[in-house]
């Protein structure tokens, strides 16, 4: 069963262009979560979708952060426009349907590593 | 809020010695406890949890046990090896909310044959 994968890998940009980065969960899971992490700093949660649906956006840090998980399949996040401050590892991760009471495993994926110049 | 810290790094061992990775926890409620491994070059994976008060996890011959008294899930294992090094993460999730993990800073070990 393949895991969950990012594209890209690493995306080097300058101040004030756009970049998307793209999360492939696992398949059948349901819940998709994306988290980031800035300048060797704790692993911050952005937002989870459940399906098509965006349950819980309260980390996203502003406006310029876009997330989208049309058919409930692969999920995007566009930053626009980039800023210095955006430069971090951002994590996808997916987990199946929650469970009353269960804590049902994230598993993550490798990573986009985005460098804002 | 919630909120994790855990001991700042890079903890540098030689092969076959003890570890200890601090992590204690704020939280409402109790948690569920995790620690997480990166491996170079790899995504986050799962190495334990915890759910309840007094349950350890393990794995891998790690430890960590959950301990409601003292807000801690110190990470240990009695004999490292050179493949175990790698950041590790401490998290959790609150019994609130939906599920998202709240991590500490990361600690990053090394370790020398």
């Known amino acids: 069963e393949a895991g969950v994968t990012q594209f890209p890998s690493h995306s080097v940009i300058e101040k004030g262009q756009t970049v998307t980065l793209r999360c492939d969960p696992i398949?059948?899971?349901?819940?998709l979560y994306w988290y980031r992490r800035v300048m060797g700093k704790e692993i911050k949660f952005l937002l989870h979708?459940?399906?098509?649906?965006?349950?819980?956006e309260s980390g996203m840090p502003n406006n310029r952060f876009l997330a989208e998980r049309t058919g409930g399949t692969y999920s995007t996040l566009k930053v626009q426009p980039a800023e210095l401050e955006d430069s971090g590892v951002y994590f996808c991760?997916?987990?199946?349907?929650?469970?009353?009471?269960?804590?049902?495993?994230?598993?993550f994926g490798p990573g986009t590593r985005l460098t804002v110049l | 809020g919630n909120s994790v810290t855990q001991m700042e790094g890079p903890v540098t061992l030689s092969e076959e010695a003890f570890l200890t990775i601090n992590c204690t926890y704020t939280?409402?409620?109790?948690?569920?406890l995790f620690w997480y491994v990166q491996y170079p070059g790899e995504g986050l994976q799962l190495l334990l949890k915890?759910?309840?008060?007094?349950d350890k996890g393990s794995n891998k011959g790690f430890e960590a046990t959950y301990r409601k008294e003292t807000t801690s899930f110190h990470l240990e294992k009695g004999s490292v090896q050179v493949s175990d090094s790698a950041v590790y993460f401490c998290?959790?999730?609150?019994?609130?909310?939906?599920?998202?993990?709240?991590f500490g800073t990361g600690t990053r070990l090394l370790v020398s044959p």
């Open positions: 991760a997916s987990s199946q349907a929650l469970l009353a009471g269960g804590n049902n495993e994230q598993f």
């Open positions: 398949s059948g899971h349901d819940n």
């Open positions: 979708f459940v399906k098509e649906s965006k349950q819980d």
């Open positions: 939280a409402t409620g109790y948690p569920s």
């Open positions: 915890a759910t309840k008060a007094d």
């Open positions: 998290a959790l999730i609150g019994r609130t909310g939906f599920q998202k993990l709240v």
